[in-house]
Nanobody, 115 residues
Framework: QVQLVESGGGLVQPGGSLRLSCAASGSFSIFVMGWYRQAPGKQREVVALIITGGDTNYADSVKGRFTISRDNAKNTVFLQMNSLKLEDTAVYYC??????????WGQGTQVTVSS
């Protein structure tokens, strides 16, 4: 199973920005990398996904504000979050699906948007 380590969460005011990073360990060739989030009392939801070729998919709620990118050589994925809103507050989880083998999840990083 691919192992993932996230970084970059924290506390930010509305309208601010944060950048999340996630690195996958092991000799995996990863097809899909992305980010999910889970707010208190809610189900985990997809935020953004990116495949090896660079195609991306975003949740409607973050389009135009968040940008996902990846470094295929380093098996690393990034999430640049701009114009953050109160409703973006959640635990953000990194996700990776290799071409072969089991998918993996990161441990989660807290993002809190508050004035």
């Amino acid at each position: 199973q691919v192992q993932l380590v996230e970084s970059g969460g924290g506390l930010v005011q509305p309208g601010g920005s944060l950048r999340l990073s996630c690195a996958a360990s092991g000799s995996f060739s990863i097809f899909v990398m992305g980010w999910y989030r889970q707010a208190p009392g809610k189900q985990r939801e997809v935020v953004a996904l990116i495949i090896t070729g660079g195609d991306t998919n975003y949740a409607d709620s973050v389009k135009g504000r968040f940008t996902i990118s990846r470094d295929n050589a380093k098996n690393t994925v990034f999430l640049q979050m701009n114009s953050l809103k109160l409703e973006d507050t959640a635990v953000y989880y990194c996700y990776a699906r290799p071409y072969s083998g089991s998918s993996g999840w990161g441990q989660g990083t807290q993002v809190t948007v508050s004035s």
